[in-house]
């Protein structure tokens, strides 16, 4: 068998980067050991940024129907107190800063919209089958795949391999890869249940409450399905319950004791063991093989960034992969991958371990899901890892900010709408000549691309408060170039004197963020 790319695990990270690689025209293969979807809803929390990345994707709609807005965290003695002490803010105050917002979707009901999503475009996802090893060279990657069902050993031949099998990763492991931090420590227990609570709830909607003896009851399912998740930590509470019978008693013991409900039957639907690992690895790149998801970090579950730092891993990775295979783009570009998600990953890890130690420097979520900035040459070396989301400032290595505009039609539109599998361009009210440029220059590298002028005389996009040009920090004539991924590559405050500039400015721009000198890139 032969594949561009294959992917080593069908989970949250695996799938995405299936879908993202289709979505810029690379086919892939993913294998994944398992027989299927996991049914322990897992990872919760899908934030503003994963919501953005899957609206890019049209899967808006599909993940809206299976979720639910965050309403906020309370406290109480049991489920049935008549009074609850609210933890912090309500609602969603990402919707003022992204299209998308944040969601509460779980794992297994986001899972089959990913893998629909992927077989519809192209991508082959084979459950039951497993990586056993791989062997790469200059020019791609041999592997072995087993399945599992047949015993049959296949062999399969990839340019690219990524490794997105989980938090123990056996191609990690066989890169000799390691891991700084702890692996496995604390240890929960979930557990899963349906239950008819409305006569305690009295109308409250939770996303979660936390009861004494760090027990917390989470909100699970959607609306028209309501799952209730019991979470506590593994010891003492747990100690004699080792297997499944006994787990599941326990289980329903605790969530009467902590509904208030003692004559309760819950349906318990699964009860999972695990251990709450804080590590990155120590790189996430070994030649034509790349690592990302809990393959590449883990995190702990404060703030539910682990699955959508892996979102992120994929999204990051997925375009430029397609670009070098394309030739567009020098093979280098894919080192920035390791240089920009090894930072984020541990700069995120660290503030989530801060925030569970309750330490004033921890950022707030806002900032960690949407105010990361990758390195660039042009804010200096001693730049800020991140900024205020609610006040962007569209440098480069920024996530290029929202703002919503009008189409011709009247029809509202997200900036970050604009942009897909190309490089973007937005041109201020009177940057006109910027589009023409561009597009010149692009046409010359073979690089995809796409031009908008924002707002001035009769636009194709409006910008019904004229807050363009200030939220991405460029003046009326001036421009910004946005990579596939939504973060900026480069901004010109005003469009150079010269009738030449403009062009020469993007194409250099291009060929940098192309890992490029001049010319087509090598197809590899």
């Given amino acids: 068998m032969e594949t561009p790319v294959l992917v080593v695990g069908a989970s949250l990270s695996g799938l995405s980067a299936a879908v993202l690689l289709a979505h810029h025209g690379t086919r892939c293969l993913v294998v994944e050991r398992r027989s299927g979807i996991g049914t322990h809803p897992r990872s919760r929390v899908l934030t503003a940024r994963s919501g953005e990345v899957f609206r890019s994707l049209g899967l808006e709609p599909a993940i809206e129907a299976v979720s639910r807005r965050p309403s906020g965290w309370f406290q109480a003695r ?10 912090g803010p309500t609602g969603d105050p990402t919707r003022l800063i992204s299209p998308a917002g944040s969601r509460l979707c779980d794992q297994n009901r986001l899972e089959p ?100 003896g760090s027990e917390v009851l989470f909100a699970r399912g959607t609306p028209g399905e309501p799952l209730w998740e019991y979470g506590v930590p593994d010891s003492p509470f747990v100690e004699g319950a080792e297997d499944g019978a006994a787990l599941v008693r326990f289980a329903r013991e605790r969530i009467r004791a902590v509904t208030g409900m003692p004559e309760l039957e819950p349906d318990v639907r699964s009860v999972l063991r695990w251990g709450a690992s804080a590590v990155v690895a120590e790189r996430f790149r070994e030649g034509r093989v790349l690592l990302l998801g809990d393959a590449a970090h883990t995190m702990p579950v404060i703030g539910g960034l682990g699955g ?47 925030t569970a130690r309750g330490l004033p420097q921890a950022l707030h979520p806002e900032t960690l899901q949407l105010g ?25 290595g920024s996530r290029a900010p929202h703002l919503w505009l009008r189409d011709r039609s009247g029809r509202r539109v997200s900036v970050l709408d604009l942009f897909g599998p190309r490089f973007t361009l937005l041109a201020g009210p009177r940057g006109q000549g910027w589009p023409p440029a561009g597009e010149r220059a692009a046409a010359g590298l073979g690089v995809p691309f796409v031009a908008h002028r924002i707002g001035g005389p009769q636009p194709a996009l409006r910008d019904p408060h004229a807050a363009f040009a200030d939220r991405y920090g460029i003046g009326p004539t001036g421009a910004v170039l946005v990579r596939p991924d939504g973060y900026v590559v ?35």
């Fill in 113 to 212: 919209i990913l893998l629909a999503a992927a077989r519809s475009r192209g991508a082959r996802v084979l459950f039951g089958h497993e990586l056993t090893s791989f062997v790469q060279d200059p020019h791609g990657v041999t592997a072995r795949v087993l399945d599992r069902s047949t015993g049959r050993r296949r062999t399969v031949r990839c340019a690219y391999l990524l490794g997105a099998d989980g938090t123990r990763s056996p191609v990690r492991e066989a890169l000799g890869i390691g891991l700084r931090g702890r692996r496995g420590e604390p240890r929960f227990l979930s557990a899963v249940f349906a239950a008819d609570l409305d006569r305690v709830l009295r109308g409250r909607r939770p996303t979660a409450v936390v009861l004494p």
């Fill in 308 to 354: 959508n730092t892996g979102i992120q891993d994929a999204h990051n990775l997925a375009w430029k992969l397609a670009a070098v295979r394309r030739g567009n783009a020098g093979a280098s570009l894919l080192d920035t991958y390791d240089t920009e998600r090894s930072h984020v990953a541990a700069h995120t890890l660290w503030h989530v371990l801060a």
């Fill in 490 to 524: 480069r901004r010109w405050a005003a469009a150079p004197d010269a009738p030449t500039a403009p062009e020469h400015a993007v194409r250099e721009a291009l060929e940098r963020a192309t890992a490029r000198t001049s010319g087509p890139a090598r197809r590899a």
């Fill in 78 to 87: 049991t489920l049935s107190d008549a009074a609850w002490a609210r933890l």
């Fill in 372 to 396: 990361h900035l990758y390195p660039d040459p042009a804010n200096g070396p001693d730049a800020d890892p991140c900024e205020d989301p609610y006040r962007p400032t569209g440098r480069p």
